[in-house]
């Protein structure tokens, strides 16, 4: 092959591989912040500044903590603010590790 084939084809290889998309493994770890909308024994929902409302599980290996305190599931109350770890399960299912809580929200 002449050398002005081969640069383009060269060119054209690096460039494809470089299109390659990423496929991302589970469980995905990622922050959430929001206020908590509504809350029942093992899960949670949460409001995010976009609009969009993000369904959390609530496990034994869920931590709670306010005010740098471990607390309990019990704080969190709607409208409460609340910064969330949160491990992606599988695409659409959502655990929460650690709910960092930031002042009171209304009892229902």
Known sequence: MSRWVCVPLIVGLALGAACVHRVSSYPY????RGAVVSVNGTMFQV?????DIVDLQIDDETSFVKNDRTDSRRSLLDGTRVVVDVDTIQRGV????????FGG????
């Not at 409001?47 to 609009?51: D, F, P």
């Not at 959502?94 to 709910?99: E, Q, T």
């Open 29 to 32: 770890a990622w922050r959430l």
């Open 47 to 51: 409001r995010h500044k976009s609009g």
């Open 94 to 101: 959502y655990r929460a590790r650690l709910v960092r809580i």
């Open 105 to 108: 929200g209304r009892p229902q």
